[in-house]
């Protein structure tokens, strides 16, 4: 009988690149960024449904957003909401998870998967998870999903593979690099070696844990011993303890630099990683002149403009390549060639304490 | 001893040119602009207290604009602010205006100023209008206001003056035009024979009343009954009546360009009609961006941009040449080179019956 499958959603993010939408208390994968009205998250768990029961579908993120998820994700149960006392990168939230899959099924199949990229052919998605859980189902391989290259994008970490070493449809992985800077990542992309890091990976949680186990000693005795009082009154005790004194690691440089028998799949499935504000140029539905509206919003001579209104009435005149975002209490309009710029805002708001636009 | 002097201030208009800030509950006479938070007819007001006493100013406006008058310019006689029943233009507005004094004090000098233009030097505002009385108190002169074109507006009237004729610093007028065409303006431009209409008159009250009686007699005999029924409990039928069957007509078109005894003092004042947003960046201090920034606003990487912030945090990031201003319930943004498209939100409105933003 083929092993349960289960999946661990890491929401724990706090992004500022959405700001004036998203903020320390509405982070990304909680905001609507497409037509259909549904959230980054929403969307993420909706997508695995063919291949995940919703009691099977853990959500990695921390107390500030707990009541987020339990709202937008009513079916998940609560007690697969797992709180990370600390954010201490990839490494220890996924190793909790393993332990909470752990404890409940002995093993399992574990999909990890970040909550705030868009995947646009599901169907191919589904299959892609099906073939990768093919290929971590074999002895004790890491399965990554490698997107390819279409620019020498410096954001993303990359994959190298060896065309030569298959398992199934998955090639071997030679190694992972951190973000490149331009000239290397035009290297990478002229190459045809290279994949960008999605972030999305599939493995047995026996397989994972070994590998912490092996390559992070100390944080996996502390994941161990956080294993161990689930379920106890202890519980939230030793989270908390554990926790805070792991190093923080992200699974990456962790694991993935250094483990062996790591796989990649090529993802075909039209992935975003829904980067900045840009995306929602790509994302959403555009009008003849190229503009992306939302909201009470009036345009005269105005082309390639994304325009989020709020309640107010919004009048734009004359602009080209903008993007005006209106919420409550803030109001952002940038030019998209600055969208990087957005950060700025959001670090004088922290320098200025005013911690109310956050 | 010298005649009183009295002015007309016009405050009936409905500009849309500074939407969303002008409302037709709030036209641009009301508005501040300028640094001192001052508004336009405030300015208007406090600028030529050196020649008028506060109850020898008159205020031509309509019902819907009469408690913003009472609120604004509290030192001005309630039965100073003359209540139009209907907007005939300014043939009809000086004539009430003039009957009003008339009643008052028989004759007197009379000055007549928009409400919403800026003036820089006030001192020399002053001498000029005091020269322009000098003139106007010689026979049954009418005396106008010219500024010296900079440019080929075509959105002026223009005024040709005959240099050889003088009465004292004022020349002789040839002829009053009405707003040219481009090539034209440049033409005359060129000339040096044409000054801008600016819309102040300085005559006598019987001066104008006269020529009122000559070039439209019908609206004379009107105004007359007006006249006749100031203070009886008449007034404000007769007033409705009469007003209601004037044929609109600008001072321009209906007096001016036909009668004889026109003279123009040139006025080096600083004059600026405050046409559009864009006479905001002329106004306002502008910091070493060139940005003229009121409000909450946060700016990155932004240049020569006109923001104009309401309650809300607004961030503006790589932009050049913008105009952006919020309020209560609307928000534009608009290119500077664009900002004569203004009116077609405004039309926009109107059309789509939105009175709630007009």
Known sequence: MAMKTTALIMAGGRGERFWPKSRRSLPKQFLSLTDDGKTMIQLTVERILPLVAPEDIY??????????????????PEENILCEPVGKNTAPCIGLGAEHMKKKYGDAMMLVLPSDHLIKYNTIFINTLEDAIDVAAEGKNLVTIGITPDAPETGYGYIRLKSNERCRRAFKVDRFVEKPDLERAKEYLASEEYLWNSGMFVWKVSTVLENLQKYLPDTFAGLERIGAAVGTANEQAVLEKEFSAFKAESIDYGIMEKAKNIYILTGAFGWDDVGSWLAVGRIKKSNEFGNVIDGNVITVDTKNTIVQGGKKLLAVVGVKDLIIVDTEDALLVCDKHS?????????NLQICNRTEYL
């Open 339 to 347: 969208a990087g710029s957005i950060k700025k805002v959001v670090e």
């Open 59 to 76: 959500i990695a993120t921390n107390r500030d957003y707990k009541a987020l998820v339990r709202e937008q994700l009513p079916e998940v």
